[in-house]
């Protein structure tokens, strides 16, 4: 059966060259395959599981994408606050325009996702109409896509492509994918705590194992502190003004001090906090995009989460193997 007539229409990705079909087709019958927590089948690339709708988007955007000048990509693991990031990227490149009090800030009028888009699901023809941060000519993407698997156009040290890389505890992300998937509808029944953590051990999900996921990008950042910044989640949440102004240098946009002085910082944060963008309706929205509603995004927004959820054998099973994958890596979460 060919590739495209498997696909649920809710999985289709626009993909507009026969001859890309053709060669992800041709590639799907040589990759490892697995029953991932979606109830669908992930495929391994290059060293990382990828469910099919993925898959096609990173091989395209290898195929296919051309950076501009002072791109920028916010990478994560699922479910490791890209949303978050995306508001905040989003904010603080077009500070100047869109002023962040302002009752016509688009962050009050879209989700971040629509505003940020992901490399992944975009086909080639939209790369280019991506319009997210008009003053510097730049483009605002969001990846899942190992660093490994990135279009080397943008992981090269000849472009000026920037990579913020944001990381967070293994445990609240494993904790805050299982909600995802059972909020989500990809399954017509929800996954077991227990299936989806040896599911998520093993490294079968989207873009796992997260533990080489966070390491790759770990590795680029100290190679090239100029290329690839590393955030982490609960820094974000407990330092977030310093965490912004190094976001800011990092993206060659620092405050001003007229800025600084101004509160410009407080309110972007304040902006792009959990407890606002779950007040604004776009946010709130049940709407479906490929299966995945505006409000799924949000859930509890905390670091920590996981004491609830998990046992002490489980978290102590993920920590273990935290240790073992950064061990001598100079990373600790
Ligand atoms: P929880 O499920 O632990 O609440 P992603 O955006 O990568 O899919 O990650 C989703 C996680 O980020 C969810 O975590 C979600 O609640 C949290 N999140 C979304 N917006 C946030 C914000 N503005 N501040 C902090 N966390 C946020």
Known sequence: MGLLSVMEPKTAHPLEHGDDNQEVEDLLSLLPKEGDMVASDSYKYQGFWYPLILLKGVIISQKHFMPRENDVFIVTAPKSGSTWMKAILYALMNREAQLPQSPHHPLLHKAPRELVPFLEVLSPSEYDSVCNSPDTNARIFSAHTSVVSLPKSVTSSLSNCKIVYMCRDIKDIFVSLF?????????????????????????????????????????????????????????????????????ASFLEKPFSEEEENSGLVDEIISLCSFESLTKIDVNKKDNSVKGVSNSSFFRKGVVGDWKNWLTPEMASRLDQITEEKFSGSGLSL
């Open 179 to 247: 909600h995802f998937i059972n909020k989500s509808n990809f399954r017509s029944s929800p996954i077991s705590l227990e299936e989806a953590f040896n599911l998520y051990c093993k490294g079968v999900n989207a873009a796992g194992p997260v533990w080489d996921h966070i390491l790759g990008y770990w590795i680029e950042s100290q190679k090239n502190p100029h290329k690839v910044l590393f955030l982490r989640y609960d820094e974000m949440k407990n330092v977030p003004k310093l965490q912004l102004k190094r976001l």
